[in-house]
């Protein structure tokens, strides 16, 4: 098999082994931040366990904590990669993973948290912290980052208020809208979905990160820090997968968003697949979220659920509208919520074909698909060193199940399919433009345009 080193015109993967680079100071820092909050959540509960399974609740504490803080010295002090134990329908390809990357890295050391791609590790460990819990029943179920995602929609309360009496106007006329408005709304809706991806929690490690003010009207302000902005492309990709339908309008059969983080993203997200439906250019929604609890403030099908109950029950007309309406969109089968294993793996989405078939075919039903979020991109486009003006469709690698679009703020160092220059004079502005999570990317893929 081919090294990264050899893969010709491959970059190779990020990593911690730069000193001083994004990878390097996540793994040493906010690695171990994450862990250590982890831990903390776990013992706060400890009651809780108590109340609900008595000594044997206290045991898992215990045990749950241990296996953590071995977990955390292990990551600190930059031992090997062990394999899974855990027996999980997943255990064996994650086992399999590391003996692939172990090749790819020749035998000359082992595949270690500092020395081998951060893709890896960084998924790695939530697949470990999922281990510890799961390897201690009775609290197997608990997830530690629950309180953060929940806090995220609470505290982002009046801008998911705001979005909702935007999109309940919008409603109001929509059948009479002509494409012009239509494409406006559309254009902000996306906006909003992408700034969204402002608030998650694994770049503060952890640290509350809401959305405190209306998210439509700092749209504007915020224009210039979309690098690449293809939305008219994706509009078009859109209406031209329009076709005829029985109830007489026409309509894109489905798009697909592959989702990111709960709390005010997912509202953004919500409200995004609600006026696709409600305006016609599209008939029905698949969302893809993960099946354990992932980067910390990832959608889980729990999280799903929770925040479309939460929305119905709250006390105010139009997110309450917003609620019923998402509900029934679910019963009626116009959306579904899909947790396939692969989102949870550490794969660049270039090896989907070959390590899951079926998620490629799923994919490949879709006239569209959106990947919210760094993590997203990062998988995208291998998480490897390209040069700022290599194209999107160079990064992806053979990767288009579908016409795809991400909706990415940029939180790691990668960025591709810019112009020539333009990453060297954002360097000179603003040093971290690539991980501060102030600048952000709408970017189209049409594979059958190549
Ligand atoms: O911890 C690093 C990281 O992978 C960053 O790249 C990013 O900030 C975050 O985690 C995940 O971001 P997102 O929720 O947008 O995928
Ligand atoms: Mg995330």
């Known amino acids: 098999m081919a090294t990264d080193q050899t893969m010709h015109g491959v970059p190779p993967s990020l990593s911690a082994r730069v000193v001083g680079s994004f990878a390097y100071l996540t793994v040493r820092d906010r690695l171990p931040t994450i862990l250590t909050k982890v831990v903390d959540t776990i013992h706060r509960n400890k009651n809780k366990f108590f109340e609900e399974y008595g000594e044997v609740g206290i045991q898992a504490e215990k045990q749950a904590i241990s296996l953590l803080s071995k977990l955390r010295n292990e990551l600190q002090t930059d031992k090997p990669v062990l394999a899974l134990t855990d027996g999980l329908p997943d255990t064996d390809s994650w ?264 998620l490629y075919t799923t994919l490949q039903g879709a006239d569209l698909v959106l990947f919210k979020g760094d993590l997203n991109y990062r998988k995208l486009t291998g998480d490897r060193d390209w040069e700022h003006t290599v194209s999107f469709e160079t990064a992806l690698r053979g990767f288009g199940p579908a016409m795809l679009c991400s909706l990415r703020t940029l939180k790691a160092n990668i960025q591709v399919g810019l112009q020539p220059g333009q990453g060297e004079k954002l360097t000179s502005q603003d040093p971290s433009w690539m991980t501060s999570g102030k600048y952000a990317v709408i970017q189209f893929h049409n594979p059958k345009s190549e």
């Open 95 to 358: 086992n399999q993973y590391l003996e692939r990357q172990q090749r790819l890295q020749g035998d000359q050391e082992p595949v270690s948290w500092f020395k081998s791609p951060w893709l890896y590790v960084e998924c790695y460990m939530y697949r470990r912290i999922h281990e510890a819990l799961l390897l201690n029943p009775p609290i197997s179920d608990f997830d530690v980052f629950n309180e953060g995602k929940t806090q995220s929609f609470t505290e982002s309360s009046q801008a998911v208020m705001s979005l909702c009496t935007y999109l309940e106007g919008i409603k109001n006329n929509i059948d009479e809208l002509s494409t012009n408005p239509l494409f406006e709304h559309f254009s902000k809706l996306m906006q909003v979905s992408l700034w969204g991806n402002k608030c998650d929690l694994s770049i503060s490690a952890g640290q509350e990160n809401s959305q405190k003010t209306s998210p439509l009207d700092s749209l504007y302000s915020l224009l210039p820090f979309i690098l690449v902005d293809d939305t008219k492309r994706v509009w078009s990709a859109l209406i031209s997968a329009q076709r005829p339908r029985e109830s007489g309008k026409n309509n894109a059969d489905r798009v697909d968003i592959v989702l990111d983080n709960a709390g005010f993203e997912l509202v953004t997200d919500l409200v995004l697949a609600d006026f696709l439906v409600s305006s016609g250019l599209a008939r029905q929604i698949h969302f893809h979220g993960k099946s354990i609890p992932w980067f910390v403030s990832d959608v889980t099908a729990k999280d799903f659920q929770w925040t479309i109950r939460q929305a119905m029950a709250t006390n105010h007309k139009w997110v309450s509208k917003c609620g019923v309406q998402w509900q029934r969109y679910l019963k009626e089968g116009m959306w579904c919520y899909h947790d396939h294993p692969f989102w949870t793996q550490p794969h660049e989405f270039c090896d989907m074909a070959a390590d899951a078939p079926d």
